[in-house]
């Protein structure tokens, strides 16, 4: 299979999701917009993954370039590629949905609970979690929701963390994909997101000690239903209509 990885930040990197590749001998490539580089042809690729980043869907126009990573979205929905959004990738997906990217209730940074809700019983992936697990948070926006979408999960500090869009194409605003590695990088390069009070912050210490395994797991769930999907090259039909250009 082939994967194209979209970064946003040298810090985060694809993680976890690149063991795992390379685990299953799948080719994955990266690709990082935010240094000028060009996006490739969709065709050649399988599977999309939109990674986290430092970047507002709110400040857009600090990074101009996601833009252009939203019609890219765009174009790989019609082609029914699988696609995995995750944290500032779930909102450039959603917004390639038409949904809007939207103030969190609370920062979130650290390991926190996530409660699965009612409609994830029939999910494919999240039907197999307990129904309540904890994973990464490193956010202070989410996703809006899109026409069509099926909300899977939410948190104590944010209703909107997990959604799913047809039976391919999956958003996470939490974080499965990070390694230790991955969180020095995070630590060491945003230490803003660090300081002052806030009741969804862990100390940095606990960040630093996370033990990386149980998430990673559960991330693993996720890569193996969408690698494992048959190949569809067929234009998507959208339940609610044509993407919202």
Known sequence: MEILCISHANYEGPGYIE?????KNHVIRKVNPYRGETLPKIDEFDFIVIM?????????????????EI??????LKLNKCILGICLGAQLLAEALGAKTEPSPH????????????????????Q????????????????????GAVLLAKSEGC???????????YGLQFHFEVTEYLLDGMVDNCVSDLIGEGQYIR??????ETDCSEIN???????????????DTNTAEFKKGEIVA
């Open 159 to 169: 209703p909107r963390q997990a959604f799913r869009y047809g039976d391919r194409v």
């Open 203 to 208: 100390p940095v210490r606990e960040i630093l």
């Open 128 to 147: 197999h979690f307990p129904h309540k697990f904890e994973a990464m948070h490193w956010h202070y926006d989410m996703p809006g929701l899109p026409e």
């Open 71 to 76: 019609e890219f979205i765009k174009e790989a």
């Open 52 to 68: 986290g980043g430092p970047q507002s869907m709110l400040q857009i126009e600090n990074a101009p370039y996601l833009a252009d």
């Open 19 to 23: 063991t795992w590749a390379n685990k």
């Open 107 to 126: 920062k979130e940074v650290g390991m926190y609970l996530i409660e699965l809700l009612d409609a994830a019983k029939d999910d494919p992936v999240l």
């Open 217 to 231: 797991l559960k991330l693993e769930s996720v890569l193996e239903y969408l690698a494992n999907l048959p190949n």
